[in-house]
C-alpha cells in the first residue's frame, strides 16, 4: 500500500514517512513530481505521510485513462454497476474504523466523529446502490398518433471533484458514487492536508470490483484544480469548499463549457426560543457549534436567542466551558485539534478582531494546552456576545470553535436577521411550538433547514441544497439533483412506420399528424 495502514496506532513513531501515490488505471501511480507537501497530525506535529503536488503530465494521463475507460463502462449493466456498489458498502462497512483512524490522525477529529462521518459517506453509497432504478427513464406513448416520446438519462463522460479537508471520506463520497453508479468516469483531487483515508476509500472502491481506470486520483493545489477546469475532455466539476475557491472552480469550469457545481463557505444560525426544551436545545447546538473544532460548513457558530431564551446565554458559556479538548484518538475529548497551524493563527485573529471591533469576549479558547500534546494546535470553545453584524467574527467563517451570539426580542426579528445575512447553507431553529416551526421554515431564505435539528445535513437520498452564497450551479449532491447533474438527460421522439405504408402526402408545418 502507498498509505500508512490503519492498523498503525496513531501514535506510533513512523521509521520512514510514506509517499502517497496517484491513483491512475487502478493502479498505484509513483509521482515524478519535485513539489511535496507534508501531511501532519495536528495533535503531534508528527509528519505522517508526504503527498505530490501533480505534474501537469500526470493529470493528462488521469483524464485520458479515465476517458478511454469511459468507453466500456458507460456500456455496463446497471445491474452490473448495482452489484459493485452493493460490494464497495459492504467494504465501506467492514472497515469503518480503519477509515476513522485515518481521518483523526491527519484531519483530528474524534474518533467518534470521524466514524459518523464514514456513515454519512456510507449513505450515499448505500443510496448508489438503487443506480437501477434512480436512472430509469420516462416514456409517453402515442404523443402523437404511432408517436412516442421518451427520456433517457445518459452519463457526460469523465467527470472531476474538489473536496476540502474537513470531511476526507464524505465529501468524496457526495461525488464519486453516484457519478460512477450513473456510467460516467472520474478524476478526484482530495485535499492535500488529510488525503490518506480518501486514498484507502478509493482502494476499497477497486477492490469491490471497479474495472482499472474508472475512478482516478490526483493531488495538488491551485494548478492543478485549474487543470481540472481546463481540460477538454472533462464534462463536468464538482467542488465542495471555500468560498473563494469554489467562486474559481465553479467560473473557470463554466467558462470552459462545463458543468459545475460549487458547494461553498457558510455562516449557519440556530433559532432559540423560550419554549424549546431547554436540555435539548442546549446540548444540540453546543455540539453544533464545537464539534470538530467548528470545522464543518455546516456548523452553528451564530446562536439568536429570542425573547426569554436570552436568559440562558450563562448555561451556555457554562456547558461550553465544560467540553474537553484533546486529542482525537481520545475517546472522552468532545472536540480536537485544528487541522494546521495555519488555520488556528486563522481563527486567532479573527477572535481578536472580534475583540478589537467591540464584542464581548465571554469564553476564550485561544492559547489552550494539552498535557501531553503542546505542540497540538489546539483551541478551546470560544463565545461572544453583542455581536454586531458588521463584526468580522459575524462577517468572515471562522472555521474554528467560535460561536456568535445575537439576541433579538421577536421570532421576526430574528429571521429578518438570518435573511440579511449573504450566505444560506443551513439554518435551525429550537421550539415546541409547530406554527413557530412552519412560520421559520417557510420564511426563511436558506436551503437547508432543521427544526429541532442542530446540523440540518439531509440523508442522500435527499439533495444538499444549500443556497444563495453558500452555492453555485443549480443542481447540488445527493438525492435526485446528483442524478441529474451527472446524467445527461436524452429526449427521443420516435414513430415506426408499417412497411407498406405510404405516408399521408409532404407536411410543411410544425403540427406532428
Same mark, same amino acid.
Given at each position: 500500500m502507498n498509505i500508512a495502514h490503519p492498523e498503525q496506532t496513531m501514535n506510533q513513531a513512523l521509521t520512514s514517512v510514506p509517499a502517497i501515490a496517484l491513483h491512475i488505471g487502478g493502479q498505484h501511480h509513483a509521482s515524478s513530481s519535485t513539489e511535496w507537501r507534508d501531511v501532519v497530525n495536528p495533535a503531534t506535529q508528527e509528519i505522517v505521510a508526504r503527498v505530490p503536488f501533480s505534474t501537469p503530465d500526470e493529470v493528462k494521463l488521469a483524464v485520458a485513462t479515465a476517458k478511454e475507460a469511459f468507453n466500456t463502462w458507460r456500456n455496463t449493466p446497471l445491474a452490473a454497476r448495482m452489484r459493485i456498489m452493493l460490494k464497495y458498502q459492504h467494504l465501506i462497512r467492514e472497515n469503518i474504523g480503519a477509515l476513522a483512524a485515518l481521518i483523526t490522525r491527519e484531519h483530528g477529529k474524534t474518533l467518534p466523529d470521524a466514524e459518523g462521518e464514514v456513515m454519512r459517506g456510507l449513505?450515499?453509497?448505500?443510496? %448508489? !446502490?438503487?443506480?437501477?432504478? $434512480?436512472? $430509469? /427513464?420516462?416514456?409517453?406513448?402515442?404523443?402523437?398518433?404511432? @408517436?412516442?416520446?421518451?427520456?433517457?438519462?445518459? +452519463?457526460? *463522460?469523465?467527470?472531476? #471533484?474538489?473536496? =476540502?479537508?474537513?470531511?476526507? @471520506?464524505?465529501?468524496?463520497?457526495f461525488m464519486f458514487p453516484i457519478a460512477i453508479a450513473c456510467g460516467n468516469t472520474f478524476v478526484l483531487k482530495p485535499s492535500e492536508q488529510d488525503p490518506s483515508s480518501t486514498m484507502y476509500l478509493v482502494e476499497l472502491m477497486y477492490q469491490a470490483g471497479l474495472p482499472a481506470g474508472v475512478l482516478n486520483v490526483v493531488h495538488g493545489g491551485a494548478d492543478v484544480v485549474n487543470m481540472l477546469c481546463d481540460h477538454p475532455d472533462i464534462k463536468a466539476v464538482s467542488f465542495i469548499g471555500s468560498t473563494h475557491v469554489g467562486t474559481h472552480v465553479y467560473r473557470r469550469a463554466s467558462e470552459s463549457g462545463k458543468r459545475a457545481q460549487s458547494m461553498m463557505g457558510a455562516k449557519n444560525h440556530c433559532v432559540v426560543l423560550a419554549d424549546a426544551n431547554k436540555e435539548q436545545a442546549i446540548?444540540?447546538?453546543? #455540539?453544533?457549534?464545537?464539534?470538530?473544532?467548528?470545522?464543518? !460548513?455546516? %456548523?452553528?457558530?451564530?446562536?439568536? $436567542?429570542?425573547?426569554?431564551?436570552?436568559?440562558? $446565554?450563562?448555561?451556555?458559556? %457554562?456547558?461550553?466551558?465544560?467540553?474537553?479538548? *484533546?486529542? /482525537?484518538?481520545?475517546?472522552?475529548?468532545?472536540?480536537? +485539534?485544528?487541522?494546521?497551524?495555519? %488555520?488556528?493563527?486563522?481563527?486567532?485573529?479573527?477572535?481578536?478582531? *472580534?475583540?478589537?471591533?467591540?464584542?464581548?469576549l465571554l469564553l476564550d479558547g485561544r492559547g489552550l494546552k494539552v498535557a501531553g500534546y503542546e505542540g497540538g494546535n489546539f483551541m478551546g470553545p470560544t463565545i461572544f456576545a453583542n455581536v454586531a453584524a458588521s463584526n468580522s467574527v459575524y462577517t468572515q467563517e471562522i472555521f474554528g470553535p467560535a460561536m456568535c451570539v445575537v439576541e433579538t426580542d421577536t421570532l421576526d426579528q430574528a429571521i429578518a436577521f438570518i435573511n440579511a445575512n449573504p450566505n444560506g447553507n443551513g439554518t435551525s431553529i429550537f421550539t415546541s411550538?409547530?406554527?413557530?416551526?412552519?412560520?421559520?421554515?417557510?420564511?426563511?431564505?436558506? *436551503?437547508?433547514? #432543521?427544526?429541532?435539528?442542530?446540523?440540518?445535513?439531509?440523508? =442522500?437520498?435527499?439533495?444538499?441544497?444549500g443556497s444563495r452564497a453558500s452555492k453555485l450551479g443549480d443542481l447540488g449532491p445527493n438525492g435526485k439533483q446528483a442524478l441529474y447533474f451527472w446524467t445527461q438527460t436524452k429526449t427521443v421522439t420516435a414513430r415506426w412506420f408499417a412497411p407498406d405504408d405510404g405516408g399521408s402526402g409532404i407536411n410543411t408545418t410544425i403540427s406532428m399528424k
Open positions: 449513505e450515499v453509497v448505500e443510496h %448508489a !446502490c438503487s443506480i437501477a432504478t $434512480l436512472q $430509469l /427513464g420516462e416514456i409517453a406513448e402515442n404523443a402523437a398518433t404511432g @408517436v412516442d416520446v421518451y427520456n433517457i438519462y445518459q +452519463p457526460l *463522460g469523465v467527470g472531476a #471533484g474538489i473536496t =476540502a479537508f474537513n470531511f476526507p @471520506v464524505m465529501l468524496p463520497c446540548n444540540n447546538l453546543i #455540539g453544533a457549534a464545537f464539534g470538530a473544532a467548528g470545522q464543518r !460548513c455546516m %456548523a452553528n457558530s451564530v446562536v439568536v $436567542l429570542v425573547g426569554q431564551a436570552r436568559a440562558w $446565554l450563562p448555561e451556555i458559556v %457554562a456547558r461550553s466551558q465544560a467540553l474537553k479538548v *484533546g486529542p /482525537g484518538s481520545d475517546r472522552t475529548a468532545d472536540l480536537g +485539534p485544528m487541522v494546521s497551524k495555519a %488555520a488556528m493563527q486563522r481563527a486567532e485573529k479573527l477572535i481578536q478582531a *472580534g475583540v478589537d471591533e467591540g464584542a464581548q411550538s409547530g406554527w413557530a416551526g412552519r412560520k421559520f421554515q417557510n420564511e426563511i431564505d436558506v *436551503g437547508q433547514v #432543521g427544526i429541532n435539528v442542530a446540523i440540518p445535513v439531509p440523508v =442522500a437520498y435527499f439533495s444538499f441544497t
